[in-house]
């Protein structure tokens, strides 16, 4: 998507409100250049989108650590590191956010599954786990099960 010159007004305001310590605003600010602005991402906006989820992240946002974690996993605007996404995405997974939860144990599994973690074989019980509680999810959320 191509920038528009109220796009570049909206980020200004959102450095603005990053700068007062705004946790929405560097939510929203990471989330504009991550996904609809990829192609403006340079070294130093790529680092600031880091830190606005980190800081986010320590505040307890869990969506943070699930965008920190895509972004480690994909290599996007940063070195790709699977050790680090995949400690992003386990946080994920305790996010009171059901859509957070779920993307973050699928995630997880692809993970597992890709071979992702030297160790899967040894993390068994912890992708079962992760597979009953994914079709938990989904089962409740259609209705296909009573809570």
């Given at each position: 998507m191509k920038m528009t010159k109220k796009?570049?007004?909206r980020l200004k305001v959102l450095e603005r409100r990053i700068a007062g310590g705004?946790?929405?605003?560097?939510m929203e600010y990471a989330q504009?250049?991550?996904?609809?602005?990829?192609e403006e991402v340079t070294p130093a906006i790529a680092q600031k989108i880091v830190t606005c989820y980190e800081t986010c992240l320590k505040a307890g946002n869990l969506t943070a650590a699930l965008n920190l974690g895509a972004m480690y996993y994909g290599g996007e605007f940063i070195p790709r590191d699977f050790k680090k996404a995949m400690k992003y995405y386990e946080q994920a997974t305790e996010s009171d956010d059901k859509?957070?939860?779920?993307?973050a144990?699928?995630?997880?599994?692809?993970?597992?599954y890709y071979g992702r973690d030297p160790f899967a074989a040894s993390l068994l019980p912890k992708i079962q786990k992760m597979l009953g509680e994914s079709k938990r999810m989904v089962e409740s959320d259609l209705g296909l099960r009573e809570q």
């Open positions: 796009d570049r007004y705004e946790l929405e605003a560097m504009r250049y991550q996904c609809r602005y990829p859509g957070t939860q779920l993307r144990w699928t995630n997880l599994g692809y993970c597992y």
